[in-house]
């Protein structure tokens, strides 16, 4: 009796560690489906790193461009007959010193979703101040790299290249808030940022490395073992 007992015994657990195995293969095929690829999710960093340089780069050149002149600066601001005369003045003093320094930090990538935001704010600035200035009919130089102000008579304003450009920044911004902060960022090496189980490389961006399903899958196993 005792020995019919344990066969039974032995048989049931035999049946439930089947269909848990059975349970796990199914779970962890179908996550496989459904989770990215891990060269897809080993590019993103670096579609980050690069979206930030390239609007680190954008807002360097403008705020320097700015920098030696900023009367044309202040001219450039008043252009757009938006603000009053002593808030234009404050912007095109400040404009180009922000500029600048947010493009400091998205070079190395410290406060990088912050910086991302601000620059999204710049860009939705500057693309209402164009279409504005458009849709009023002036006829002024953007001044968005140094100039500004009301164009020669004969020059005529062309604002849909400059619209079309700053929302291509806009989306650039918006991709590295919502997926900072890439490689090489300060971010990452300050704790700013979560970085991979078990890597200490202050450079290294494993914002998906949480996300894989297989990894997860494995660690409940081990649990339930």
Known sequence: MGRGSACAGGRAGARRRGKHEETSTTVTTQSSATAPLPTARAA????????????????????WSKMGAPALSI?????YQLLPTAVAEI???????LEIVIGLLLVV???????????????CAFIVGIA????????????????????PPGQKANYLPEILRDVGFLALAAWVAVKPPGRFALDTALGLAPAADGDQSPYRDDSDADDDPEADEERNREKDD
């Open 132 to 151: 504005s200035a458009w849709a009023r009919g002036l006829n002024i130089d953007c001044g968005c790299f140094g100039g500004g102000g009301a164009l």
């Open 91 to 97: 912007v095109g003093y400040v404009l180009p010193i």
């Open 44 to 63: 993103l960093p670096w579609v980050t790193t690069a979206a930030r340089l390239v609007l680190a780069g954008v807002l360097i050149v403008a705020g």
């Open 109 to 123: 990538g410290l406060l990088t979703r912050m910086a991302a935001i601000v620059t999204a704010v710049l860009m």
């Open 75 to 79: 001219e450039a601001v008043k252009a």
